[in-house]
């Protein structure tokens, strides 16, 4: 396709300059997306048949006091197409966000796939990515504690091939049988549809205590992985594992992880909580001021593959998506990356709309047998019928591939193409046969070959009844603050339910899982140990046998495996971290600049902040435009503050008491301080900060050697090590 030039896209009858298209790098997709965008900028306004409009604000009166004319089309249309303008939300993952980007491989793959674009190390693949929430609402807050979607769409040569993962390797149920019911659980409950976007409820425990197959994804579920700092700071998984056939219809097993190259980072629970208010659309606007500031968010992609003479050789079932492959087990092999480099330009059109589905593969890949994954090959064209409206979802801008489509599909709501010739069927003697069959070894897609031999059962294979070796060893490979947050995570959750006996059920999980996790929740919640930890599975058909169906003893071949925790992630780079600048009247100018010059250089984003939206006078006469003043700020939204001195700048500070919160806010979430020493003295005793250094606290003359370790220090995320001394009152 020629490359179109984006500041001339055709939107009407004279060119348009588009600054965002021309800042950020295009690709095919996005050329393709620029045929159907429309600029108002500079245009008359007509009705939607092109009627130039004279008087958009009043509507057509029998007098000027008059009732309103049937007649006025304007306003019957304009009024009509508000009263339609909304679609249902996901019925899961409704709360996104997305991003344009492209995926570029490192390596060929030919000897295990023919997917081209896992061939071809020339060519990038654009991508369009949605991250989301599962459980709440459109409307509701990034920062609740859930798992997060990680959906990817490759606009490949081939088609598209949608990977639609989560940032949790594993799920919380076997059997896509019982997705409506885990999801039925864990949403609002339907008297009172209360509680938003939270677990934290009795319906929610109520399912888990009685599906121990949950106790794998509960542990990380608590964890802080479903509490990202940002999208680009959490990693993405397939879960399911997937199948790649080769040009000789040879098939490896694989599992797909996206590492994001940002290193694995969580804000904490308290932060979560107050981030909701102050900010909830705090994710999607990390996403997309690092793509507007040109701190593209990068993964690379790693694939564990496994040869299909190795299936039965673990402890646990391939097929069985509440267990993850450990890394000691199969390394993962990086072999591309991903960057988004292009948000949207209109969230409804390209986020919302965009229609993703397991089932969009690619030759050369193919799926498992594994239950869960089969259930989502039906659900996801299906739930798109519903909310996009009909069965031309597809020809939304947005999901159309980059290659043309030619079929004998016709018809239906809202059909976009119009198909010439006479036949819509196949075989055709009229038309020579076309659109005509292609042959494999032209790329067309043949499933691959496998050979089954089996009888129907409505059942579970016992293969997957191995319930806690996966929870025990995700729990054992945590760090001790890991390990804490579970605790308290857990303590939360199960003190916001309301019947006793579901707490109770659920200790007897924990205790199946650790008895010293076990034991500290139980404390927390004043209840005693259970004296058995009897296995509440109930997944049993009516007529079925109970003891078939009890979780299995864990027979985990590893006791702990590294890449499950986050504590020994990448801790290298501060781009996209939020870095507050607090200063008043009398701020030692020199020390702004070179605090900002290098936090700059190494791509972090500065923000000043000062008691009001004046311009603050530095020591020298110069002035600073503050971004924000203590009003509007929190530190829960930063990463990391630095207080400029001398003397009356911090004594300006030590009087506003938003200010002083602020430090220790950012004291107490363990993040990088660095207090000017000039003048500190005084606002060190207003805070609750302890006067000496420790890994992250520096109160120094702010030059080079302090600027560096305040890098090092937020690069590093936050000393959660530290918690239990950073004691403060917030
Ligand atoms: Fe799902 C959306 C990920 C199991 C049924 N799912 C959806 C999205 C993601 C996932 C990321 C949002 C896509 C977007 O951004 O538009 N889902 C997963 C993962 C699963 C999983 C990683 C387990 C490994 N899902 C799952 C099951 C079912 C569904 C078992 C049903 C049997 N999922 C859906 C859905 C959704 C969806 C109802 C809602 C909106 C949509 O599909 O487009 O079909």
């Known amino acids: ?150 959906a990817v769409k490759f606009y490949t040569k081939e088609g598209n091939f949608d990977l639609v993962g989560n940032n949790v390797p594993v799920f919380f149920i076997q059997d896509a049988m019982k997705f409506p019911d885990l999801i039925h659980a864990v949403k609002p409950e339907p008297d009172n549809e209360i509680p938003q976007a939270q677990s ?42 997937f199948r790649l056939v080769n040009n000789e219809g040879k098939s490896h097993f694989v599992k797909f992880h996206w590492k994001p190259l940002l290193g694995v980072h969580a804000v904490s629970w308290d932060e979560a909580q107050k981030i909701s208010g102050r900010d909830p659309d705090f994710h999607r606007r990390d996403l997309w001021d690092s793509i507007e500031s040109g701190a593209y968010p ?90 996009l409206g009909g069965p031309n979802f597809q020809e939304i801008p947005i999901n159309r591939p980059i290659i043309p489509v ?32 292609v042959k494999e070894s032209d790329g067309g897609f043949t499933s691959y070959n496998e050979r089954i031999d089996a009888k129907k059962v409505r059942g579970r294979s016992e293969s997957f009844l191995d319930h806690y070796s996966q929870a025990q060893l995700f729990y054992n490979s945590q760090s001790t603050p890991e390990k804490n947050h579970i605790v308290n995570a857990l303590t939360f959750e199960l003190s916001k339910v309301k019947q006793i006996a579901i707490r109770e059920r659920i200790l007897m999980l924990l205790g199946n899982i650790n008895e010293d996790l076990q034991r500290q929740v139980a404390d927390n919640l004043g209840l005693e140990i259970p004296s058995s930890n009897t296995d509440l599975n109930l997944v049993v058909p009516a007529d079925g046998d109970i003891k078939l169906h009890q979780s299995k003893q ?47 250089q190494e791509n972090g984003l500065i923000q000043i902040i000062a008691p009001s939206l004046r311009a603050v006078k530095s020591n020298n006469g110069s002035t600073v435009q503050p971004d924000q003043a203590f009003l509007t700020a929190d530190a829960v939204l930063f990463d990391a503050v630095c207080v400029l001195g001398g003397e009356d700048s911090f004594a300006t500070l030590a009087s506003i008491p938003d200010a002083v919160q602020f430090v220790n806010d950012t004291y107490k ?42 890098i090092k220090a937020i690069a590093a995320h936050r000393v959660w090590h530290l918690e239990d001394k950073r004691l403060v009152p917030a």
Not at 86 to 103: D, K, M, N, S
Not at 222 to 234: C, N, V
Not at 323 to 350: A, C, D, H, M, W
Request: hydrophobic share 35%.
């Open 554 to 600: 864990p027979t985990s071949s590893i006791e702990r495996s590294e890449a499950l925790s986050m504590e020994k992630t990448k801790k290298e780079s501060i781009k996209s971290r939020q870095i507050a600048v607090l200063l008043a009247d009398g701020f030692i100018a020199e020390s702004l600049t070179s605090i900002q010059q290098k936090i700059e």
């Open 669 to 710: 979430h363990c993040k990088a301080i660095l207090l000017d020493k000039d003048g500190s003295q005084k606002f060190i005793q207003t805070t609750h900060l302890d006067s000496k250094n420790d890994d992250a606290f520096f109160i120094s003359k702010i030059d080079k050697e302090s600027i560096n370790r305040f």
């Open 1 to 150: 396709m020629a490359k179109k030039d984006k500041t001339t896209a055709k939107r009407g009858t004279e060119p348009v300059v588009d600054k965002h298209a021309v800042e950020n790098p295009s690709n095919e997709k996005v050329e393709q997306l620029a045929a159907f965008e429309v600029s108002d900028s500079g245009k008359e306004m007509t009705t939607n048949h092109g009627i130039k409009i004279n008087d958009d604000h009043n509507s057509l009166k029998a007098g000027d006091r008059g009732a309103t004319l049937l007649e006025d089309f304007i306003l019957r249309e304009k009024i009509t197409h508000f009263d339609h303008e909304r679609i249902p939300e996901r019925v899961v993952h409704a709360r996104g966000a997305g991003a344009h980007g492209t995926f570029k491989l490192y390596k060929s793959l030919s000897k295990y796939t023919r997917a081209a674009f896992l061939n071809n190390t020339e060519e990038e693949t654009p991508v369009f990515v949605r991250f989301s929430t599962v459980a709440g609402s459109r409307g509701s807050t990034d920062l609740a504690r859930d798992v997060r979607g990680f």
């Open 298 to 387: 990068e993964w690379e992609l790693g694939l564990q593959i496994i040869p299909e003479e190795d299936e039965h050789k673990f402890d646990f079932d391939l097929l069985d998506p509440t267990k993850l492959v450990p890394e000691e087990l199969v390394p993962v092999e990086i072999v591309g990356k991903l960057t988004l480099n292009r948000n949207p330009q209109n969230y409804f059109s390209e986020t919302e709309q965009v229609a993703f589905h397991v089932g969009h593969i690619v030759p050369g890949i193919d799926f498992t047998n594994d239950p869960l994954m089969q259930g989502r090959l039906f659900s996801y064209t299906d739930t798109q019928l519903i909310r």
């Open 406 to 437: 030619h079929n004998n599909q016709r018809d239906g709501f809202m059909r976009q193409a119009i198909n010439v010739g006479k036949t819509a069927y196949s075989p055709n003697l009229i038309a020579d046969n076309a659109p005509a069959q």
């Open 200 to 241: 934290a409820h009795d319906t929610f425990w109520d399912f888990i205590s009685t599906a121990p197959e949950s106790a794998h994804m509960i542990m990380w579920a608590m964890s802080d992985r479903a509490l990202p700092r940002s999208y680009s700071m959490m990693e993405g998984f397939g879960v399911h594992t």
